[in-house]
């Protein structure tokens, strides 16, 4: 049975992003794992690069049981209902499943705290220390 990883997406995300990942993911993990898209709610969400997508699943019904769980950057981590996530995100680092966050989504997990013990990367890190303040 294929391991589930979820690719969490926002209204203006950043395409090229997640199609580097979930390529990556298909071509080297030999059918072990299932690329799945979730995102707020079932409505299509629109990359910057203009392509509408119909999540998978929203915040209610995506799976809880997963392997791997991926923020893919964009324009919209700074808004407030980007913060729906976070039980996610919760899930996947208690259990040591595999997280990511690309570009502002890198900055999004240091704003709740999950990458003070971790190596990690970022976009500039003057402002994530700004944006996230003390949770960094």
């Known amino acids: 049975m294929k391991k589930t990883i979820l ?24 059918n072990k794992y299932a690329v799945k898209t979730f995102s707020l709610s079932k409505e299509p969400v629109k990359s910057l690069g203009g392509f509408t997508l119909i999540p998978d699943y929203d915040l209610v019904t995506a799976p809880k049981d997963f392997e791997g769980l991926i923020l893919i950057g964009g324009m919209s981590w700074r808004t407030e209902s980007a913060k729906k996530v976070k039980p ?12 990511g ?28 220390k700004q944006w996230a303040g003390d949770s960094y």
């Open 7 to 30: 690719f969490f997406l926002l209204d203006k995300y950043s395409d090229w992003e997640s199609a580097y990942v979930s390529s990556l993911i298909n071509a080297l993990g030999e």
């Open 88 to 99: 996610f995100v919760k899930i996947a680092f208690e259990n040591k499943k595999i997280l």
């Open 101 to 128: 966050g690309i570009c502002d989504a890198a900055g999004f997990l240091a704003t709740i705290g999950v990458l003070n013990n971790i190596r990690h990367t970022g976009n500039d890190l003057n402002d994530i």
